[in-house]
């Protein structure tokens, strides 16, 4: 193959390529023009706000209430996600402290864990509401915390984790 004929190939190519963006330029300027223009919407969709009631309806609801309205063989799913961290078996630590009897448990009171600075300094009992404003968003809670969890925001898996751990005791 002589220099001519690659020219012509290689010359091939970055027309076709140049025609290739001319083309989507050319898409984003009909498709996209107005982007920026429009201010108000064109139509309105009523949708009923039975999600936004119910979750009304559960901030109304004092948590402890929710607790012992709970469904604790759905909590126990729930707390699928903390075993692979935490154990019920009484004295058995894992990355966290055991959850055996926490409900009603001293904050940082198990022996033999190096609890971090933050929940250390803390004082106080793991009530029903203090475990579900630490379940919520722990870094929160105790800023600084050993519990790399980033939260549990449904407050009925909460009540319903919380409901669970209660049984969990002698």
Known sequence: MNTFEL???????????????LVQWGGEIAYHSN????ETASYYLEVESEGEEIAEVEEEIPFIEMVKL???????????KCKACHKLEKGVNGTGPYLYGVVGRSIASVENYGYSSALAGMTGVWSEEELSAFLLKPSKYAPGTKMSYSGLTPVKDRANLVAFLKTIKD
């Open 35 to 38: 982007h920026e223009k429009i």
């Open 7 to 21: 020219t012509k190939i290689v010359g091939g190519l970055c027309g076709a390529l140049l025609i290739l963006l």
């Open 70 to 80: 709970a469904d604790i063989d759905k909590g126990k799913k729930v707390y699928g």
